[in-house]
């Protein structure tokens, strides 16, 4: 990829990886050597990882729409697109594809499913509604991605709310009115998300009824919780991992990194939480 800037990390299975650029540029490079397996083009700047499987490569672009590429050479096999609305936040998550479905959060607080076949919307789910005088009170954009768990996908809207949907009919289950750009994170009990304001909320998975909240850490711009074991991580701006108990909130623990802000979501490697810095930096912390 000489001269090109790559965006919104790295997508992969086990015979490739794929990263986007700047410039729409899309390239996919053999695990087993590094060599390039073919390139395409995007509608605009690539700004999300992308995710691949099922043959697919599923592309997030900065214009919002969703494209699907063959994984084998490259060739572009749909495009999703929804209407665009008046003012919209930069959004950093990529698409998931499971099975037959891609799913996505839009702006105007929605989330989408399509088909992975051929792009055809399935359901639409409304996590928040636009409200307020001014464009910018409007703006309810889903800018984190959601999860799922069995039957369940769950996701977030900036001054929004926490709402979770059946996986095949997009039907409602239950909504909270918590705001969060972070995102959410399911265990086999509970639904956390981290707020706006720098609250980590533990909610009941079948209802949605708040379990605990732990408020210590205000305007600490903490990334989406990771369940862990026992624990429940979270970084802040400052670098610093916090360990909650799960079954409380109460702190566990806390781990210094580079003193810069951590703005990657969290990862799992073993039985060692991954954090990467945005100085660069990616540290492996071991949970016992």
């Not at 998300?193 to 980590?200: E, L, Q, T, W, Y």
């Not at 990657?264 to 660069?280: D, E, F, K, W």
Request: glycine share 10%; hydrophobic share 45%.
């Amino acid at each position: 990829m000489p001269g090109s800037r790559s965006r919104g990390g790295v997508g992969a299975d086990q015979r490739m990886l794929v990263v986007g650029t700047a410039k729409g540029e899309l390239f996919a490079f053999a695990t087993a050597d590094g060599s390039l397996l073919w390139k395409a083009r995007a509608s605009s700047e690539i700004v999300a990882p992308p995710a691949v499987g099922s043959g697919l490569v599923i592309v997030r672009s900065g214009d919002h729409r969703l494209a699907a590429y063959d994984s084998f050479d490259g060739r572009r096999k749909w495009v999703y697109q929804r209407p665009s609305t008046p003012l919209s936040l930069r959004v950093a998550a990529g698409p998931v594809l499971i099975d037959k479905y891609v799913f996505a959060g839009f702006p105007g607080g929605k989330l989408i499913a399509v088909s992975a076949e051929n792009g055809a919307p399935l359901w639409e789910g409304t996590v928040a509604l636009p409200k307020g005088a001014t464009e910018l009170d409007r703006v309810a954009d889903v800018t984190s991605v959601p999860v799922i768990d069995g039957r369940m996908i769950c996701a977030a809207a900036f001054q929004g709310r926490v709402a979770c949907f059946d996986l095949g009919t997009g039907n409602l289950i239950w909504s909270r009115d918590i705001s969060s750009a972070a995102g959410v994170a399911i265990d086999s009990r509970y639904v956390y998300v981290s707020d706006d304001k720098g609250a980590v909320h533990a909610l009941d998975k079948a209802s949605g009824a708040s379990l605990w909240k732990q408020d210590k850490l205000f305007l600490r711009r903490l990334t989406a919780p990771f369940p862990m074991r026992n624990l429940i991580a979270v970084a802040d701006v400052k670098g610093v991992v916090h360990f909650l108990n799960r079954d409380d909130g109460s702190f566990a623990a806390r781990q210094q990194t580079d003193g810069s802000a951590v703005r990657s979501p969290l990862q799992r490697q073993g039985i060692h939480l991954v954090v990467q810095t945005a100085s660069g930096r990616v540290l492996a912390i071991e949970i016992q």
